[in-house]
């Protein structure tokens, strides 16, 4: 059952043409100096298969594509993937055993279809599974198993081989790098992993009721009520506050209404009445003030004409008794020439002008008479006005007594009345509002209740799911135990095999699953001669010869280790041990697993029955693009050399 993984082929597109590599063999060794290109092919190898990897100069610069040919379980696939930062997040699929051009995929994980989903399906894994912390108090779901995640178990990068496993020092990886150890010796499977992301979601769920009920409780505490018995008293005692009230209101209200009696209502409509008159003799007042303004300028502009007649006689007057000594048009002398009685001096015309004018003329006459209308109207007005206001005043007079009357006569019976029913009308706004209020804190009572209720059922499928997890963890012990010790056993024998100095005790750690040497994690052993390079050989060469032995994982067969003889220095023993175990796995189970080791040179007791590929300056992995030279090549990373 283990999974077939092989890369048969990768191809780069440069400007120059095609490079293209094979891998054939079980084993294979990329073998040259510092900056040849060795971790430059491995890294475009990553980022092939989707991920981030650390591009070389000369790939951004020189390589429009990365294409790799790869054999997953029952398929196999031609994956191609563009070095343009537009287009790398597409990567063109083909199913070479179909030969059908599939959808492109994307490189992110939320887009549909993504690579990492179908790099997880070829390998017999969901797409949607994730990896929960295995803490009591985690309350998160865990983040996303994805290819990568798998590809950290293949691929030994150069800038780990001394230093870590899997990306160990990560701690924010950890719950990702357990689930996929288990999930490729089969010590897991996609419906426990579910189980144990619900289990940490209801962990998350239990809290936050938890904390709901505590912040209505402590509202809770501000209104007088410690618990829902308490409210449901306060709210009856609240209604029986509103029923009593109503009746007294309607009691007030029955010995209102005969306190109003028969004077009294004579009275009222008296006041009626006399607020009516008021009202009428105040309109009258203002329709008369308003004429008599009118009447006023009317008297006004009839002066006016009077005046402008008077004026025109004067002038006409004065004009008439002068003598035109020359023509006032062509200015000709009018005192020679013979004027006949009667005559006009200029146009010797009768002349109308007598001696004395009639000065009682019409027109002056029939504006004397309507200034004298006017004047008696005005005179009228004023006549209706005073005697208007004297009306005015006296309805005003009797409206005040009327009402002063008519408040006598209820204050004694009718105002405590009022009084009380005013009273008694606040009580009952009273006790409708803590009737409110009481029903809003009765509905936070019964949200805590559903909340408790909430908080129950959640914490009972959250411990049911803990026991089912549980039931199926113990259910895989017996097979975790025998994975376990086939681990150790082999995991010991390789070191042995390598010869690392100073390892006494050696073993893989129960449930992180990572190496203790001497007692302690691999990490605390010594950096110097190489420790944890050779550490690393032994602990990947360990999974593959258990996986393909048992064969009955889910484990790749598969493995891509970079340059373990840069930490290693001078210690040959130790680099010709790594290699004869590397040559050794391969040949005990042949077809079975594919190992490509990248590295500077291969010791000379080495026997060489497997595939290697040398590379130099002149002749680069990337053989299209003339190599700049061993000073002039920027590394891929601080610890890595291209």
């Not at 060794?29 to 989707?50: C, Q």
């Not at 070479?96 to 894994?125: I, Q, V, W, Y």
């Not at 009685?341 to 109308?352: A, E, I, S």
Request: hydrophobic share 40%; proline share 4%; glycine share 6%.
């Amino acid at each position: 059952m283990t999974t077939t993984f092989r890369l048969n082929t990768v191809t780069l597109d440069t400007v120059e043409g095609q490079v293209e590599y094979s891998f054939a063999a079980d084993l294979t060794i990329l073998a040259g100096p510092t900056a040849v290109g060795k971790t430059t092919l491995l890294e475009a190898i990553k980022y092939g298969f989707g991920g981030d990897g650390m591009l070389a100069p000369v790939v951004v610069s020189s390589v429009t594509a990365v294409s790799i040919d790869v054999t997953l379980g029952q398929g196999r696939y031609l994956l191609t993937r563009s070095v343009d930062p537009g287009k790398r997040r597409t990567v063109r699929v083909t199913d070479l055993k179909s030969g059908e051009r599939l959808p492109d995929h994307s490189t992110e994980l939320n887009d549909t279809p993504s690579l990492s989903g179908l790099l997880m399906g070829a390998l017999g894994f969901a797409d949607d599974m994730r990896a929960a912390a295995r803490a009591s108090g985690s309350t998160r779901a865990g983040a996303r198993i994805t290819f990568s995640d798998i590809y950290s178990y293949l691929y030994v990068p150069q800038a780990d081989i001394n230093r870590d496993i899997a990306r160990s020092h990560d701690q924010y990886l950890a719950p990702k790098r357990k689930a996929v150890f288990e999930l490729l010796f089969g010590l897991t499977d996609q419906s426990l992993l579910a189980l144990r992301s619900r289990a940490t979601q209801l962990n998350g769920e239990v809290d936050e009721a938890k904390k709901e009920t505590t912040t209505i409780r402590n509202f809770l505490a501000t209104t007088r009520t410690t618990s829902k018995e308490e409210a449901l008293n306060a709210h009856g005692d609240a209604r029986n506050d509103q029923i009593a009230t109503e009746a007294a209101l309607r009691v007030l209200r029955e010995e209102i209404t005969p306190a109003v009696d028969h004077e009294t209502q004579v009275l009222r409509d008296l006041l009626t009445d006399g607020e009516r008159r008021l009202a009428e003799a105040r309109s009258a007042t203002t329709a008369l003030i308003r004429q008599s303004t009118e009447l006023t300028a009317e008297k006004r502009r009839v002066e006016g004409d009077i005046a402008r007649l008077r004026r025109m006689r004067d002038a006409g007057a004065r004009i008439a008794n002068i003598e035109f000594v020359a023509c006032p048009r062509c200015m000709q002398s009018l005192t020679n020439r013979p004027v006949a009685d009667g005559t006009c001096r200029v146009c010797l015309q009768p002349d109308p002008v007598a001696g004395h004018t009639d000065t009682d003329q019409y027109e002056e006459r029939q504006l004397a008479s309507q200034l004298r209308e006017m004047d008696d109207q005005l005179a009228a007005i004023a006549g209706q006005l005073h005697v208007t206001n004297d009306a005015v005043t006296d309805r005003e007079k009797l409206v005040r007594e009327l009402t002063i009357d008519i408040e006598h006569r209820t204050a004694a019976r009718v105002t405590p009345r009022l009084q009380a029913f005013a009273d008694a009308s606040g009580r009952l706004a009273t006790a409708l509002a803590r009737q409110r209020e009481l029903d809003g804190v009765l509905r936070q009572w019964d949200r805590v209740d559903d909340l408790i209720a909430a908080e129950e059922r959640l914490a009972a499928d959250r411990d049911a799911i803990r026991s089912e997890i549980a039931r199926r963890e113990e259910a895989i012990d017996e097979r975790r135990g025998e994975i376990l010790t086939e681990l150790n056993a082999e995991f010991n024998r390789a070191l042995r095999s390598i010869g690392v100095p100073g390892i006494k005790t050696a073993h893989i750690h129960p449930t992180n699953y990572l190496p203790i040497l001497n007692g302690e994690p691999f990490f605390k052993m010594s950096r110097g001669g190489g420790i944890i390079t050779a550490t690393q050989i032994a602990y990947w060469t360990t999974m593959l010869y258990v996986v393909v032995s048992r064969g009955d994982t889910y484990y790749p067969s598969f493995l891509l280790i970079d340059s373990p003889r840069m930490a290693l220095n001078s210690a040959t023993d130790i680099s010709t041990a790594l290699y004869r175990r590397l040559r050794a796995l391969s040949g005990a189970l042949p077809g079975k697993l594919q190992m490509i080791v990248a590295d500077n040179e291969l010791p000379d007791a080495v026997q060489r029955d497997f595939a290697e590929l040398d590379f130099d300056y002149e002749h680069p992995t990337v053989g299209t693009i003339a190599h700049p030279g061993p000073n002039a090549v920027q590394p891929v990373s601080q610890d890595d050399a291209q």
